[in-house]
């Protein structure tokens, strides 16, 4: 059984049909690509998905289990954690802070331990602290742990952003866009984390992206989009060598290779 399921997904925004049939079955591990025009309908898809939208149509599954209608925190704690296209930072928590807040979210202490500080709690605390540096050294941001995040670089920024998402523990990771306005120094960094969380985490990864180069690198199946629908699905060479995809989309010249 796939790990995330979705089937026949479609969406309308008042008249305007954003994504028409859309089907994906991840399994779990698998380094999926979304590519597609701007205004193709990817971060849609993301949005449907991670709750934000509830599709007009079709059935989504996680581990199994019905998601559609859920909100979007129910389907992170069930293992979904995503990135946004836009950046989506608190001003005024360190980088620390962010990590940790995560990280909190996945776990309870029940009012007793709130109150009055048992050694569980202790315990919980050092690990979500062990845990968050871990995490921070991973994403290269451990030595601004302390810094607030907005006066980071962007790149940084990006990175802790999906620290962020990591800290929730989660089976498939979506990233929409993950190299948008980073410098060519920001975008190679952020391409060998990618491959290191894709190798040492094992997670699944869904990631949405213009840079072609990237996805091609980083992908074992990848699904160009035209206008809500995928038109082509297939490993790197099938897409790069798809007449329809070469004339929707590569031929395009805003496309960066
Ligand atoms: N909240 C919304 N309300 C109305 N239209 C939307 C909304 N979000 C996206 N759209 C439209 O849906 C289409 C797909 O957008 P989007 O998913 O952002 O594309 P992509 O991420 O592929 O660039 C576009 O025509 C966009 O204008
Ligand atoms: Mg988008």
Redesign the pocket.
Known sequence: MPLLHVENMTHY??G?R?VHNYNLAVEPGQVRGLI?P????????FNLITGIYRPTEGSITLDGEPIVGLQPHEIASRGLGRTFQDLRLWRHMTVLEHVKMARYSTIGYGLVGAFFGTSRRHREEEAIERKALELMRMMRVDDVAEQRVTNLPYGAQRRVEMARALAMNPKILFLDEPTVGMTPGELNEMMDIIKQVRDDLGLAIFL?EHRLKMVMELCEVIQT?VFGEVIAEGSPEEIQNNPDVIEAYLGKDTVET
């Open positions: 925004f008042g305007l954003a597609g701007n205004g193709a309908g990817k971060t849609t898809i949405i989009l």
